[in-house]
């Protein structure tokens, strides 16, 4: 309200409160790796392992969305998978995601669907778990066996720079966006609340802001 000197008699800030944004934890440690290097640590891999890792690779699903994933989760003929499950390292069974832009509907593209489709062969029988740790014969329980038994030597074995399983996940998108895919779509494969959140996580690897930084794939 105005006084009759046209000053402001309350001040219009009173009580409101400053919050920052949301932070992108997802930033922290954007690494991806290159085409090159996911070649050499998918050569060091074979069986199951090597399955996993390059659906990991061309799915950019979480690792807790990975050990979770049952065949009945794979629909073959739209070529698509449906996330809706985690298991995290605490739990003792496949739980609901976190959020509900979590469980979500992502395209098999052609490197993911080779991967599980010889997958087929070790686990389609048993009807749930799509990947196994072929050491015990069931599914993995979360990504700290994943990281010491199978990620790390490999990626020692391949020489190169070592970064963990997670960079999958970034790899992923940003080989999409690099690849000049609408950043939307890529933010629904990812389960981000939004694509703007995508944009500023990936922002380096899309071609308008690094026009040589290209994949060049046909991903769809």
Known sequence: MLSRMGLIETNPLHSWTYFKADSLKETDDVDPFSREEQERILANLQGQERNLAQFAFWTGLHTSELVALNWSDIDFLNREIRVTKALTQAAKKPEAT????????????????????????YTFLNYAEVFQNPRTKKRWSGDQPIRKTMWKPAVNRAGVRYRRPYQTR???????????????????????????????????WMPSANPDNRFFLVVR
């Open 98 to 121: 976190k959020t509900r832009k979590g469980r979500r509907i992502v395209k098999l593209l052609e490197p993911a669907l080779i991967a599980v489709t010889q997958q087929k062969k």
């Open 170 to 204: 970034h790899t992923y998108a940003s080989m999409l966006l690099s690849a000049d895919e609408y950043v939307m779509w890529v933010a629904k494969q990812m389960g981000h609340r939004d694509w703007i959140m995508t944009a500023r996580i990936y922002s380096r």
